[in-house]
């Protein structure tokens, strides 16, 4: 791009650049007559519900990472309990004071 196309500093066009202008957003006609008619205490409701709306999907997007976290968490432990399980009874095996705890934690023997 050449100096001459380049919008001016500061300007709403330049807003693709960090730092520049946030373009608005064009709405339609009917929706800047619905803006017009609504009360100041009517558009601070709908802010509040729309703010609602927003941390409500927040928590739950939270809550569905702990669940998921939660979850892999779990199954990882499984995992390395059955894979520790079989190397601790085949440690067990071969000595006998943790032979003799093995059967006590897992109830064999007697």
Do not use: C, N, Y
């Amino acid at each position: 791009m050449t100096a001459e196309t380049d919008p001016p500093p500061g300007s709403p066009d330049g807003a693709a650049s960090p730092g520049g202008w946030p373009r608005p957003i064009r709405l339609p006609p009917h929706w800047h007559a619905w803006f017009a008619r609504q009360t100041e205490g009517r558009l601070a409701m709908l802010d509040e519900l729309v703010d609602e709306r927003i941390e409500r999907r927040v928590l739950r997007d939270a809550l569905r990472r702990l669940k998921h976290a939660v979850v892999v968490a779990f199954v990882g432990a499984a995992a390395v309990a059955h894979w520790f399980a079989d190397q601790a009874a085949w440690v067990a095996d071969r000595l006998p004071l943790l032979r003799h705890l093995w059967a006590l934690i897992a109830g064999e023997g007697r």
